[in-house]
């Protein structure tokens, strides 16, 4: 699986838009940009995914640059329950095979009121 | 709809006991994983369950722990003789992976809100 950066922190204002990038320079064409969140005591949240157009959903948007080798996830009206740490991941799909998941650091993401 | 729900929330056992630990994953999910948490680490992946397949069990770490997943729908992980070391918080996830309208999903999982066991 390609490897991602994103910053380790980020503050956003309650009611703004919250940009969470990433990078993945080495992704490879059959590779999707996955996007998860971890609340503070809580299990892992799927939040979205894309291959290379922009994805929408009632949580949060992915915009994936046109060369694919970096996203970012936009969450159009940040609120404090969206403080969590946020993790990219890029993985392919596959079959017949466990494909647990592995997140790096993420990017902790402080809303603030 | 319903999530996948874990049970007990929480579990405080002794060094040396048996405890199981039940996950109810969501209806019409194929694949189960469970994973466990320590605390401010990352997932370490324990077993896999895919439709009738045989389970991957590469991440147990000692035969102390093993699964099992009855009709393809609920599983319990077991840990015998539980020690200190395995305190943490056990997570449970459920992913369609192939059942959603035929486009495979493998990497969309829905985790359970854990169970928190420690072990005193």
């Known amino acids: 699986d390609a490897k991602t950066t994103q910053p380790t922190s980020m503050d956003c204002a309650e009611g703004r838009a919250a940009n969470l990038p990433c990078n993945h320079s080495?992704?490879?064409?059959?590779?999707?940009v996955y996007w998860y969140r971890q609340i503070h005591s809580q299990g892992p949240q799927y939040i979205i995914h894309?291959?290379?157009n922009n994805e929408t959903n009632e949580m949060a948007s992915l915009i994936i640059t046109e060369d694919r080798k970096s996203s970012t996830l936009i969450l159009p009206h940040a609120t404090l329950r969206d403080t969590a740490v946020y993790y990219c991941?890029?993985?392919?799909?596959?079959?017949?095979?466990?494909?647990?998941?592995?997140f790096g650091s993420g990017t902790q993401l402080t809303v603030l009121p | 709809g319903a999530g996948v729900s874990q049970s007990p929330s929480n579990k405080v056992t002794e060094k040396g006991k048996d405890v199981e630990l039940r996950c109810d994953p969501i209806?019409?999910?194929?694949?189960l994983y469970w994973y466990r948490q320590s605390l401010g680490q990352g997932l370490e992946f324990l077993i896999y369950?895919?439709?009738?397949?045989?389970?991957?069990k590469s991440g147990l770490p000692s035969d102390r722990f093993s699964a099992e997943r009855t009709g393809g729908s609920v599983s319990t992980l077991t840990i015998q003789r539980t020690q200190q070391e395995d305190s943490a918080v056990y997570l449970c996830?459920?992913?369609?992976?192939?059942?959603?309208?035929?486009?495979?999903?493998?990497?969309?999982?829905?985790f359970g809100p854990g169970t928190r066991l420690t072990v005193l």
């Open positions: 369950f895919q439709g009738n397949s045989a389970p991957d």
């Open positions: 996830a459920s992913s369609p992976e192939g059942a959603s309208g035929g486009r495979p999903s493998y990497n969309e999982q829905f």
């Open positions: 209806s019409g999910h194929t694949a």
């Open positions: 991941i890029v993985r392919a799909t596959f079959s017949g095979s466990a494909r647990q998941l592995t």
């Open positions: 894309g291959l290379k």
């Open positions: 080495t992704i490879s064409g059959n590779e999707y």
